[in-house]
């Protein structure tokens, strides 16, 4: 089960297979856009969502924006790459910088190489033992959905990954260092045991919108109708 899944540091650095893509949300893209409200899964306490956890949380947007957006996401998950190449551009620009919604990016990786990536769009490249910023977090996580196929696939995943790495300015050094660092991989398990445990999340990406929790990666249109009615 999702809850019992944790990643160590040798599986990191390995250059482990992929196996996410096989574990995405199961559903088809013509059921994930068909709807343009999409429906919810269920209900969650945003109270309850919004406490603490064990990482930082990549916030962006005002904190007093009507809307909030966490979705639970892996990096390897390509349900994930369709939602932040397609859509997530697009809602930041009508809604996030407009003060209407606030945006929160939680952890959820399906395998060892989606929890490297996390950590790496987590360290900051001069002080690899430090969280990043969101300043800092959204623009690696942008350019590792925009790049997935060029390292989630890759035969030598730790290559690839420090490739990809090097672009965002870490040495072979601080690459090493983040993907060892034992207190950030287990907030990283922590964190998607949490998601699993208390919010019902079983697939990504999952949202969860003003107490209400919708699986599938969203288009423009579902998730601007669905903050529209929000609003």
């Not at 390995?14 to 343009?36: H, N, R």
């Not at 925009?146 to 990809?164: F, P």
Request: proline share 6%; with cysteine; hydrophobic share 40%.
């Amino acid at each position: 089960m999702m809850t019992d899944t944790t990643f160590t540091r040798r599986a990191l650095l390995g250059g482990v297979a992929v196996t996410a893509l096989s574990l995405a949300l199961p559903l088809s893209a013509t059921q994930a856009f068909a709807q343009e409200l999409p429906e919810s899964q269920g209900d969650v306490d945003m109270a309850e969502v919004l406490k603490p956890g064990p990482l930082p949380e990549m916030v962006i947007g005002e904190e007093n924006a009507p809307v909030t957006i966490v979705e639970y996401m892996s990096m390897t998950c390509p349900h994930c790459a369709t939602f932040h190449n397609t859509t997530f551009d697009e809602i930041k620009t009508k809604y996030i910088d407009t003060g209407k919604a606030r945006f929160i990016v939680r952890e959820f990786p399906f395998d060892p190489r989606a929890a490297a990536a996390f950590m790496l769009a987590r360290c900051n490249p001069a002080k690899p033992t430090e969280a990043s910023t969101p300043a800092q977090y959204y623009p690696m996580v942008s350019m590792l959905m925009k790049q997935q196929q060029t390292w989630a696939a890759a035969e030598d995943g730790r290559a690839a990954l420090l490739q990809m790495s090097k672009l965002a300015g870490f040495s072979q050094e601080s690459f090493q260092a983040c993907l060892t660092n034992q207190q950030l991989l287990d907030d990283v398990n922590a964190t998607m045991k949490r998601g699993a445990d208390e919010f019902g999340v079983s697939s990504t990406p999952t949202f969860l919108i003003n107490g209400k929790r919708y699986a599938g990666a969203l288009s423009v249109e579902s998730m601007s109708a669905l903050i529209d009615s929000l609003l």
